[in-house]
């Protein structure tokens, strides 16, 4: 924390000020928006764990508030295929390019934010018989990516929700649902690597009230928008993370 400037603490206050109006407003993107954001003022493994103890601590206001609204048997299927990906992606963490990966999930994020963008159908991507094998393969892909590089996995689970055409209520407390748990897993698998020293907590401590502010702008935007623009909004934040991950 000593060794920001204050030209430093306020990029980093506004880099959490809007990131988790977003997070807050369209259910994901805090990581994707604040890692390479910060990155460029702390190391990388303290940008990864600060976004991801924030995005969990935002997603237990979340859940507490709109639990009613999850979507279980989704949640269950996306929650216990990402515990797989996490485990796999802990294992691999110091093997995997994550430059690769990172650069492919870019690519297919821009894509389909470009036809989400421009589609006008609101009926299922797919059939039904699909969406379980869809959210198995989304889960472990998910959970693997957040693991490797910090972020990525919120998009992933947008691209599973939008399928099912969640409503909009039940998409953000779903979302948040599955940050939630799967934060909590990583928190505890970056802790084992010695992520959270004295200065990471430092910064936790001195955010934790911007995310908080952060949160609360992104609920009065949300709750302007309607069904349209809100689906909108998703599929510019996707578009905007999968640009942040190609130049990442």
Known sequence: MSDLSPLGFAFYAAVLLSAFAV????????????????????????????????TTLSSVQQVSREWRQIAWRQFVVIFLYSMVGIGLGLYFINLLDEDVLRHFLGVFLILYSIYALSAVDTSRLLPRRWHGALGAGVGIVGGLCSTLFGAGAGPIYVVYFDILRLEKAVFRATMSAVVL????????????????????????????????????LGDRLVYKLSARSFSRLVAVVMLLSGITLLIR
């Open 23 to 54: 997070r807050s407003a369209a259910g994901f993107g805090a990581g994707l928006i604040a890692i390479p954001m910060l990155a460029f003022i702390l190391p990388v493994s303290t940008a990864v764990s600060v976004a991801t103890v924030f």
């Open 181 to 216: 748990l799967g934060g909590a897993a990583r928190i505890v698998g970056y802790g084992s690597f010695g992520f959270y020293g004295h200065s990471t907590i430092a910064l936790l401590a001195v955010g934790l009230p911007l995310v908080i502010v952060g949160s609360w």
